[in-house]
């Protein structure tokens, strides 16, 4: 499957099972996701604010999805998973400029913007296994400060995309 036959849409109450579905695909990585509440009302209420959107595979398979939030100058991306059996096929990139388009209303960012994530410390196991850190990277995101540990107690960093000047 190429990211072409992925259809990215607003998330609704409907795909909280898809989403869970995924996040138990990176619980290893990022510690209890799929029975934490917290994560629940988390995805819910990016759901609630438009802030949410998954990606399907042609056949209705769950793809990948992603919460965004923030207002200008900053946005972040708050959580991006794409499933084990799509990863390095554009899944990622297509959900990233889908949320880059609603967040900036379609004009990307701009002089002064930015777009920051936290992901995977160099020394997380998951910045080798899930090519998280290569994956921002590629699209013009730069490395920025270390953040705090994760729940599980794995590095973090900060990764930063800035708009044109």
Do not use: K
């Not at 959900?95 to 410390?121: I, K, P």
Request: without cysteine; negative net charge; charged residues 20%.
């Amino acid at each position: 499957m190429t990211a072409g036959g992925v259809v990215v849409q607003a998330a609704t109450v409907a795909e909280l099972p898809a989403i869970l579905r995924l996040a138990g695909e990176v619980e290893h990585w990022f510690g209890p996701m799929v029975d934490n509440p917290g994560f629940h009302r988390a995805v819910e209420e990016h759901i609630a604010d438009e802030r949410a959107l998954v990606a399907f595979a042609p056949e209705r398979e769950p793809a990948g999805a992603i919460l965004f939030g923030g207002s200008s100058p900053t946005f972040a991306v708050h959580w991006l998973v794409v499933s084990d059996g799509v990863r390095g096929q554009g899944v990622g990139r297509r959900l990233m400029d889908a949320a880059l388009d609603r967040l900036t209303g379609g004009s990307g960012l701009g002089a002064g913007e930015a777009v920051e994530v936290t992901t995977f410390g160099v020394d997380h196991p998951g910045a080798i296994n899930s090519g998280a850190r290569v994956f921002y990277e590629r699209l013009g995101f730069s490395r920025a400060e270390r953040a705090p540990d994760g729940p599980e107690g794995g590095s973090r960093q900060l990764f930063r995309l800035t708009g044109g000047s």
